[in-house]
C-alpha cells in the first residue's frame, strides 16, 4: 500500500523530474559511484527538489511570518493563524521526505517509517504541549485528529469518489476495513476504562489507580499497534508483486538516503520550532476569538494539520482507489489512537507529567458513538456519495457539540 | 451489485401500495363493482370528464356516497371510528380523563390505517417518486400531529417520550413481531432480506442516536460554555442537520429507485395476476386529496383531547406518564403498519416488512423529531434533543442490538423473539421510570392536576 502511495504521490505533486540532468550533475560534482536508485544532489538542486518544486510551499513563509508577529505585537489570534498556516506545508513536506526514505529502505521499514512518521506533526506539537504542562491541550488535539481523519476525510473520500462515480458502488477490501474498525474500538475501549474508573469514583487508591491504569494500558496498546503494524506487513508479500508491476522508472527517488535524512531533521526541528510557538498561543487565541479551548484544539488543529492527508485521500477516492483512500483516513486514526495517545503517556511519564487516558467523559462518549457509527459504515465494503455525506454531517454535529462546550477542568481553575 | 441499488424503504412503500391494496381486499370484505362506480358516476355527475374517455379504470370518478362507503365502509377496522365522537361526548360529559384517553386511543387507530390508505391512493397519480415521498412524509403523520399539540401544549417531556416510544416500538416490537411470525410460518429455512440495505438503515439510525446523545451528555457533564442556551443552539442545530441528511437519504434512495423501477412494475404485474384483480385506485387523485384532508382534520382534533387527557390518565390509572407516552401511544399510533409488516412477512417478502418498521423509526428519529424542535423553535417552545440520560441511553443500546440482529441479512423465528423480549424488558423498565423533571419541580404526580408549564419550567433549571 506505501508503495502505491508513493506512485501516486509523486503523480499528484508536481515535481521536477529530470534524472539525466541529475545524474550529469552528480558525476561532475561528486565523482562516485553512478547508480540509478542514489541520486546525489548539489545543495541547490537539493533545495530546489523539495521546497521549490511543490505548490503548497508558497505557505511557507507564513512560518517565520508567525514568529516575527510573535516579537512584534502582541495579537495572539493572527500570530496563532499564522503559524498554523506555516505547519502545513512542513506537514507536507515532512511525509514527502519520509517517503523518499522509504525507497531506501525497502519496504518493510519503508513501511515503518511511514506508519510511525505519517502523524510526526501531531506528535510534535503534542510533546511540546506536554512540556507545557497542557495536558487537556494534548488529548484534545489527539482526539480532533481521530475524529477529523475517522469522519471528515473519509467523509470527503467518499462523497468525491461517489460523485465522481456516481454510476456505481465503489468498493473496498472489507476485510481490512472490519479490522481496523475492530483496531479503533479497541484504541476507545482503552480510552473508556479510565474515564469509567474515574467517574464511578470506584478507584482503589484515588487519584493514582487512574493513573497506573493508563500508564499500563498505553504499554498495552503499544505492543498491540507493533503487533499490528507486524502483521500488515507480514501479510503484505501480496502486494509486493502488484506493486513492482506498477513500479516505473520514475519511481527513483528523487534525492539521495542521506539527503532524505537530513531534509527530514530539518523539517522536523523547523516544525518543532512553529509548534512551540503555536501551543503558546493557543490560549491567546481562545480570548481573542472567543472561541473555546476545546473547539481550537479540537477542530481547528486536526483540520489544519491533516490537509496534505486530506487532499491525498480526496485525490485516490476520485481516482477508484478506495483503499489507498482507507488506508490515510483509518490508518492515520489508527496511528494516533494506538501510537501517538499511548505514546504521549509514556512520554509523560519519563518526564514526570501526569497525562492519562481520562478524556473526560463528553469527549469519550463522542469518540464512542463516532467509531460506532464509522465501523457500521465500513462494514459493508461499498461506498457511494451519501454516505460520504452522513460521514460529513456526522463531524458537523460533533464540531458543533465542541463549539458549544466548555472542558469544566477549565472552569474549576 | 444491483442488490445494492434497491432501496427497501421506497420500494416497500410503492410496492405496499400495490401490494397492500390487495391485501386490503382479499382481507376487509368490500363491494368492488368498478363497472357500477362509473355508471353511477355517469348519472351522478352529468359531464364527462376527459379522463373518463381516457382510460376510466386508472382514474374513477365516484360521487360522494361511493366514495364514503369506498373509504369509510369497507373496512373492519372502522367499526371502531364511531368511538372518536364518543371519546368527545365523554370528555363533556364525564370527568373521568382514563376513559376520554382510552376512547380516543381507540378511535385514533383506525383514523392513522385510513390516513395510511389515503396516501397510498394518492400515489397512484403522482408517481413512484412523489409517491415514495409522500409515504415517506406522511407515513407517521398520526405521531406528527400528536407531537405538534403536545408542543402547543408545552408538554415537552410527552413529545420526546412519545417520539421515542415510537422508535423503539417500530425497532424492536413491530420488527420482532414480523420476524417471529414469519419465523413460525418459514420454520424450515433461513428468510433472507437485503443485508445492504439493513446496513445502511443502521448506520442511518446511529447517527440518529449521536444527534441524540449529543446534547444529552454536554448537558449532564454541565460542560456547555452558555448554561442553559448551549445545549439548545446545538439541538437546533443537529437538527438541521439531521434534516439535511434526512432529504440526502430520501433523494439518494429515489435517485437509484429509478434505475430498478421496471422491475418492480413486473414484480407488481406477477401479483396482479396471482390474486387475479387490478391495480387501479379506487378513488379519484381529488378524492385522495379530500380524504386526506378530512382525515388529517379528524385526527388532529382527537389528538387534541387525547393529549390533554394524558395527565389526568395517567393519574387515575396510577401509572407514570413515561409509560404511556412511550409504550401506549405508540403500539396503538402504529398498529396498521404493525399488521402489515406482520403480513409481509408471512409472505416472505422480509425485505418489505423491514422497510415498514426501520423505515418508520428512521422517519421518526430523522425527520419528526428534528422536525418537532424547528417547529418548536418557531413556537418559541424550548424543545430540545436531550431526552435525559436513561431514554437516551436506553436507545443507543437498542439501536446496537438491532443492528446487530439485522446485519446478516437473515432472520428466523428465534430473533424475533429476541427482539420482541427485548421490546418487554424495556416496557418494563418504563413502567418503573418517574421522570426526575416531575418530582423536582415540587408537584406530586399522583392525586393532583399537573400545569403544563410545570414542565417547561423545570426543564432547565431543576437539577437531576
Same mark, same amino acid.
Given at each position: 500500500?506505501?508503495?502505491d502511495?508513493?506512485?501516486?504521490?509523486?503523480?499528484?505533486?508536481?515535481?521536477?523530474?529530470?534524472?539525466?540532468?541529475?545524474?550529469?550533475?552528480?558525476?561532475?560534482?561528486?565523482?562516485?559511484?553512478?547508480?540509478?536508485?542514489?541520486?546525489?544532489?548539489?545543495?541547490?538542486?537539493?533545495?530546489?527538489?523539495?521546497?521549490?518544486?511543490?505548490?503548497?510551499?508558497?505557505?511557507?513563509?507564513?512560518?517565520?511570518?508567525?514568529?516575527?508577529?510573535?516579537?512584534?505585537?502582541?495579537?495572539k489570534?493572527?500570530?496563532?493563524?499564522?503559524?498554523?498556516?506555516?505547519?502545513?506545508?512542513?506537514?507536507?513536506r515532512?511525509?514527502?521526505?519520509?517517503e523518499?526514505?522509504?525507497?531506501?529502505?525497502?519496504?518493510?521499514?519503508?513501511?515503518?517509517?511511514?506508519?510511525t512518521f505519517?502523524?510526526?506533526?501531531?506528535?510534535?506539537?503534542?510533546?511540546?504541549?506536554?512540556?507545557?504542562?497542557?495536558?487537556?491541550?494534548?488529548?484534545?488535539?489527539?482526539?480532533?485528529?481521530?475524529?477529523?481523519?475517522?469522519?471528515?476525510?473519509?467523509?470527503?473520500?467518499?462523497?468525491?469518489?461517489?460523485?465522481?462515480?456516481?454510476?456505481?458502488?465503489?468498493?473496498?477490501?472489507?476485510?481490512?476495513?472490519?479490522?481496523?474498525?475492530?483496531?479503533?474500538?479497541?484504541?476507545?475501549?482503552?480510552?473508556?476504562?479510565p474515564?469509567?474508573? !474515574?467517574?464511578?469514583?470506584?478507584?482503589?487508591?484515588?487519584?493514582?489507580?487512574?493513573?497506573?491504569?493508563?500508564r499500563?494500558?498505553?504499554?498495552?496498546?503499544?505492543?498491540?499497534?507493533?503487533?499490528?503494524?507486524?502483521?500488515?506487513?507480514?501479510?503484505?508479500?501480496?502486494?509486493?508483486?502488484? /506493486?513492482?508491476?506498477?513500479?516505473?522508472?520514475?519511481?527513483?527517488?528523487?534525492?539521495?538516503?542521506?539527503?532524505?535524512?537530513?531534509w527530514?531533521?530539518?523539517?522536523?526541528?523547523?516544525? %518543532?520550532?512553529?509548534?512551540?510557538?503555536?501551543?503558546?498561543?493557543?490560549?491567546?487565541?481562545?480570548?481573542?476569538w472567543?472561541?473555546?479551548?476545546?473547539?481550537?484544539?479540537?477542530?481547528?488543529?486536526?483540520?489544519?494539520?491533516?490537509?496534505?492527508?486530506?487532499?491525498?485521500?480526496?485525490?485516490?477516492?476520485?481516482?477508484?482507489?478506495?483503499?489507498?483512500?482507507?488506508?490515510?483516513?483509518?490508518?492515520? %486514526?489508527?496511528?494516533?489512537s494506538?501510537?501517538?495517545?499511548?505514546?504521549?503517556?509514556?512520554?509523560?511519564?519519563?518526564?514526570?507529567?501526569?497525562?492519562?487516558l481520562?478524556?473526560?467523559?463528553?469527549?469519550?462518549?463522542?469518540?464512542?458513538?463516532?467509531?460506532?457509527?464509522?465501523?457500521?459504515?465500513?462494514?459493508?465494503?461499498?461506498?457511494?456519495?451519501?454516505?460520504?455525506?452522513?460521514?460529513?454531517?456526522?463531524?458537523l454535529?460533533?464540531?458543533?457539540?465542541?463549539?458549544?462546550?466548555?472542558?469544566?477542568?477549565?472552569?474549576?481553575? | 451489485?444491483?442488490?445494492?441499488?434497491?432501496?427497501?424503504?421506497?420500494?416497500?412503500?410503492?410496492?405496499?401500495?400495490?401490494?397492500?391494496?390487495?391485501?386490503?381486499?382479499?382481507?376487509?370484505?368490500?363491494?368492488?363493482? %368498478?363497472?357500477?362506480?362509473?355508471?353511477?358516476?355517469?348519472?351522478?355527475?352529468?359531464?364527462?370528464?376527459?379522463?373518463?374517455?381516457?382510460?376510466?379504470?386508472? /382514474?374513477?370518478?365516484?360521487?360522494?356516497?361511493?366514495?364514503?362507503?369506498?373509504?369509510?365502509?369497507?373496512?373492519?377496522?372502522?367499526?371502531?371510528?364511531?368511538?372518536?365522537?364518543?371519546?368527545?361526548?365523554?370528555?363533556?360529559?364525564?370527568?373521568?380523563?382514563?376513559?376520554?384517553?382510552?376512547?380516543?386511543?381507540?378511535?385514533?387507530?383506525?383514523?392513522?390505517?385510513?390516513?395510511?390508505?389515503?396516501?397510498?391512493?394518492l400515489?397512484?397519480?403522482?408517481?413512484?417518486?412523489?409517491?415514495?415521498?409522500?409515504?415517506?412524509?406522511?407515513?407517521?403523520?398520526?405521531?406528527?400531529?400528536?407531537?405538534?399539540?403536545?408542543?402547543?401544549?408545552?408538554?415537552?417531556?410527552?413529545?420526546?417520550?412519545?417520539?421515542?416510544?415510537?422508535?423503539?416500538?417500530?425497532?424492536?416490537?413491530?420488527?420482532?413481531?414480523?420476524?417471529?411470525?414469519?419465523?413460525?410460518?418459514?420454520?424450515?429455512?433461513?428468510?433472507?432480506?437485503?443485508?445492504?440495505?439493513?446496513?445502511?438503515?443502521?448506520?442511518?439510525?446511529?447517527?440518529?442516536?449521536?444527534?441524540?446523545?449529543?446534547?444529552?451528555?454536554?448537558?449532564?457533564?454541565?460542560?456547555?460554555?452558555?448554561?442553559?442556551s448551549?445545549?439548545?443552539?446545538?439541538?437546533?442545530?443537529?437538527?438541521?442537520?439531521?434534516?439535511?441528511?434526512?432529504?440526502?437519504?430520501?433523494?439518494?434512495?429515489?435517485?437509484?429507485?429509478?434505475?430498478?423501477?421496471?422491475?418492480?412494475?413486473?414484480?407488481?404485474?406477477?401479483?396482479?395476476?396471482?390474486?387475479?384483480?387490478?391495480?387501479?385506485?379506487?378513488?379519484?387523485?381529488?378524492?385522495?386529496?379530500?380524504?386526506?384532508?378530512?382525515?388529517?382534520?379528524?385526527?388532529?382534533?382527537?389528538?387534541?383531547?387525547?393529549?390533554d387527557?394524558?395527565?389526568?390518565?395517567?393519574? %387515575?390509572?396510577?401509572?407514570?406518564?413515561?409509560?404511556?407516552?412511550?409504550i401506549l401511544?405508540?403500539?396503538?399510533?402504529?398498529?396498521?403498519?404493525?399488521?402489515?409488516?406482520?403480513m409481509?412477512?408471512?409472505?416472505?417478502?422480509?425485505?418489505?416488512?423491514?422497510?415498514?418498521?426501520?423505515?418508520?423509526?428512521?422517519?421518526?428519529?430523522?425527520?419528526?423529531?428534528?422536525?418537532?424542535?424547528?417547529?418548536?423553535?418557531?413556537?418559541?417552545?424550548?424543545?430540545?434533543?436531550?431526552?435525559?440520560?436513561?431514554?437516551?441511553?436506553?436507545?443507543?443500546?437498542?439501536?446496537?442490538?438491532?443492528?446487530?440482529?439485522?446485519?446478516?441479512?437473515? /432472520?428466523?423465528?428465534?430473533?424475533?423473539?429476541?427482539?420482541?423480549?427485548?421490546?418487554?424488558?424495556?416496557?418494563?423498565?418504563f413502567f418503573? !421510570?418517574?421522570d426526575? !423533571?416531575?418530582?423536582?419541580?415540587?408537584?406530586?404526580?399522583?392525586?393532583?392536576?399537573?400545569?403544563?408549564?410545570?414542565?417547561?419550567?423545570?426543564?432547565?433549571?431543576?437539577?437531576?
Amino acid at each position: 500500500m506505501e508503495f502505491d502511495d508513493e506512485a501516486e504521490h509523486r503523480r499528484l505533486f508536481r515535481v521536477e523530474t529530470n534524472s539525466p540532468q541529475i545524474k550529469a550533475v552528480f558525476s561532475l560534482e561528486q565523482g562516485g559511484s553512478l547508480s540509478a536508485k542514489a541520486t546525489k544532489n548539489t545543495v541547490i538542486q537539493s533545495f530546489k527538489i523539495v521546497i521549490l518544486s511543490n505548490k503548497l510551499n508558497l505557505l511557507l513563509p507564513f512560518g517565520p511570518l508567525a514568529i516575527l508577529v510573535h516579537y512584534l505585537t502582541d495579537n495572539k489570534g493572527w500570530f496563532f493563524l499564522l503559524s498554523l498556516l506555516g505547519i502545513t506545508p512542513l506537514a507536507e513536506r515532512l511525509g514527502y521526505a519520509t517517503e523518499q526514505l522509504a525507497c531506501y529502505t525497502g519496504p518493510t521499514v519503508g513501511g515503518l517509517l511511514n506508519a510511525t512518521f505519517g502523524n510526526v506533526t501531531e506528535l510534535i506539537i503534542s510533546i511540546i504541549a506536554l512540556k507545557n504542562g497542557m495536558i487537556r491541550v494534548v488529548q484534545l488535539t489527539l482526539l480532533g485528529s481521530i475524529l477529523s481523519n475517522m469522519l471528515l476525510v473519509l467523509g470527503c473520500s467518499f462523497f468525491c469518489g461517489g460523485i465522481v462515480f456516481s454510476r456505481k458502488q465503489q468498493v473496498f477490501d472489507k476485510g481490512n476495513a472490519v479490522l481496523n474498525s475492530g483496531m479503533l474500538l479497541i484504541a476507545v475501549m482503552s480510552l473508556l476504562f479510565p474515564t469509567l474508573l !474515574h467517574y464511578t469514583h470506584s478507584e482503589v487508591h484515588a487519584a493514582s489507580s487512574e493513573l497506573v491504569l493508563s500508564r499500563s494500558t498505553s504499554c498495552i496498546m503499544l505492543v498491540s499497534y507493533a503487533a499490528y503494524l507486524f502483521f500488515q506487513l507480514k501479510s503484505q508479500p501480496s502486494f509486493l508483486t502488484e /506493486s513492482e508491476e506498477t513500479w516505473d522508472d520514475d519511481e527513483v527517488p528523487e534525492i539521495s538516503k542521506w539527503e532524505a535524512i537530513i531534509w527530514l531533521l530539518i523539517f522536523t526541528a523547523w516544525v %518543532s520550532l512553529l509548534s512551540g510557538y503555536l501551543v503558546d498561543a493557543i490560549e491567546g487565541a481562545s480570548v481573542s476569538w472567543n472561541v473555546p479551548i476545546s473547539f481550537i484544539s479540537v477542530i481547528l488543529l486536526p483540520i489544519v494539520g491533516n490537509a496534505a492527508e486530506h487532499a491525498g485521500a480526496i485525490m485516490f477516492a476520485m481516482k477508484d482507489k478506495l483503499d489507498l483512500s482507507l488506508g490515510v483516513a483509518i490508518g492515520s %486514526s489508527i496511528q494516533i489512537s494506538m501510537f501517538a495517545v499511548p505514546f504521549c503517556v509514556v512520554i509523560s511519564w519519563m518526564m514526570g507529567e501526569q497525562m492519562d487516558l481520562n478524556f473526560l467523559l463528553f469527549e469519550t462518549a463522542i469518540l464512542f458513538i463516532s467509531v460506532i457509527v464509522v465501523a457500521f459504515f465500513l462494514q459493508e465494503g461499498t461506498s457511494n456519495y451519501f454516505k460520504g455525506l452522513m460521514l460529513i454531517l456526522s463531524y458537523l454535529i460533533v464540531a458543533a457539540s465542541f463549539f458549544v462546550h466548555q472542558d469544566p477542568d477549565q472552569d474549576d481553575t | 451489485m444491483s442488490h445494492c441499488k434497491v432501496p427497501a424503504l421506497i420500494e416497500a412503500q410503492v410496492e405496499m401500495g400495490s401490494v397492500n391494496e390487495l391485501e386490503h381486499k382479499s382481507l376487509f370484505r368490500r363491494e368492488d363493482d %368498478s363497472t357500477q362506480t362509473k355508471e353511477a358516476s355517469l348519472m351522478e355527475q352529468g359531464s364527462l370528464s376527459p379522463s373518463f374517455h381516457e382510460h376510466a379504470t386508472k /382514474s374513477p370518478k365516484n360521487s360522494v356516497i361511493k366514495s364514503i362507503k369506498i373509504v369509510i365502509l369497507s373496512n373492519k377496522l372502522n367499526l371502531l371510528l364511531p368511538f372518536g365522537p364518543l371519546a368527545i361526548l365523554v370528555h363533556y360529559m364525564v370527568d373521568s380523563k382514563g376513559w376520554v384517553f382510552l376512547l380516543s386511543l381507540i378511535g385514533i387507530t383506525p383514523l392513522a390505517e385510513r390516513l395510511g390508505y389515503a396516501t397510498e391512493q394518492l400515489a397512484f397519480y403522482t408517481g413512484p417518486t412523489v409517491g415514495g415521498l409522500l409515504n415517506a412524509t406522511f407515513g407517521n403523520v398520526t405521531e406528527l400531529i400528536i407531537s405538534i399539540f403536545a408542543l402547543k401544549n408545552g408538554m415537552i417531556r410527552v413529545v420526546q417520550q412519545t417520539l421515542l416510544g415510537s422508535i423503539l416500538s417500530n425497532m424492536l416490537l413491530v420488527l420482532g413481531c414480523a420476524f417471529f411470525c414469519g419465523g413460525l410460518v418459514f420454520h424450515q429455512k433461513d428468510q433472507v432480506f437485503d443485508k445492504g440495505i439493513a446496513v445502511v438503515n443502521s448506520g442511518l439510525l446511529l447517527m440518529a442516536v449521536m444527534g441524540i446523545l449529543f446534547p444529552a451528555v454536554l448537558y449532564y457533564t454541565h460542560s456547555e460554555v452558555h448554561t442553559g442556551s448551549s445545549e439548545l443552539a446545538l439541538s437546533r442545530f443537529s437538527s438541521c442537520i439531521m434534516l439535511i441528511a434526512y432529504a440526502a437519504y430520501l433523494f439518494f434512495q429515489l435517485k437509484s429507485q429509478s434505475s430498478s423501477y421496471s422491475r418492480l412494475e413486473e414484480e407488481a404485474n406477477q401479483n396482479e395476476e396471482a390474486s387475479g384483480e387490478d391495480e387501479d385506485p379506487e378513488i379519484s387523485k381529488w378524492e385522495a386529496i379530500i380524504w386526506l384532508s378530512i382525515l388529517t382534520a379528524w385526527v388532529s382534533l382527537l389528538s387534541g383531547y387525547l393529549v390533554d387527557a394524558i395527565e389526568g390518565a395517567s393519574v %387515575s390509572w396510577n401509572i407514570p406518564i413515561a409509560f404511556i407516552s412511550v409504550i401506549l401511544l405508540p403500539i396503538v399510533g402504529n398498529a396498521a403498519e404493525h399488521a402489515g409488516a406482520i403480513m409481509f412477512a408471512m409472505k416472505d417478502k422480509l425485505d418489505l416488512s423491514l422497510g415498514v418498521a426501520i423505515g418508520s423509526s428512521i422517519q421518526i428519529s430523522m425527520f419528526v423529531v428534528p422536525f418537532c424542535v424547528v417547529i418548536g423553535w418557531m413556537m418559541g417552545e424550548q424543545m430540545d434533543l436531550n431526552f435525559q440520560l436513561f431514554e437516551t441511553a436506553m436507545l443507543f443500546i437498542t439501536v446496537i442490538v438491532v443492528a446487530f440482529f439485522l446485519q446478516e441479512g437473515t /432472520s428466523n423465528y428465534f430473533k424475533g423473539l429476541m427482539l420482541i423480549l427485548c421490546y418487554l424488558i424495556v416496557a418494563a423498565s418504563f413502567f418503573v !421510570h418517574e421522570d426526575p !423533571h416531575q418530582d423536582c419541580s415540587g408537584v406530586k404526580q399522583v392525586g393532583s392536576s399537573l400545569q403544563a408549564d410545570d414542565f417547561t419550567n423545570t426543564k432547565f433549571w431543576g437539577e437531576v
